[in-house]
């Protein structure tokens, strides 16, 4: 069982609306968001298309896994491109946040 960043699960259930418990694996993780992607694929593509705009995944690399992976179940793939959306959001605030060398009055 792979250990999970916790500022990882409020991310992905704000992004996605999705009910999480507080303590679960990267798998457990990865299985209850690839449910929600499948249910929105079969559901609502535009709200999935939307939701995967304000998590800022990257469209060229979604427009090349959708054509790679033509025929399949992409959401798993998907799942995997939030994840990693999300855990770089992270680093970078984490990364921005201990970065003292700005003059205050560059900071936004």
Request: charged share 30%; aromatic share 6%.
């Amino acid at each position: 069982m792979t250990q999970i960043n916790t500022g990882l699960i409020p991310l992905i259930k704000q992004s996605f609306n999705i009910e999480l418990p507080g303590n679960i694996s990267m798998e457990e993780l990865k299985e209850k968001l690839l449910v929600h992607i499948n249910y929105l694929i079969q559901s609502d593509f535009e709200k999935l298309v939307f939701l995967l705009y304000r998590v800022d995944v990257n469209e060229k690399t979604l427009r090349t896994l959708l054509a790679q992976k033509k025929g399949e179940d992409v959401a798993p793939y998907i799942a995997d491109l939030v994840i990693e959306r999300q855990l770089q959001k992270m680093q970078s605030r984490k990364k921005s946040s201990k970065d003292d060398s700005i003059p205050d009055e560059d900071r936004w």
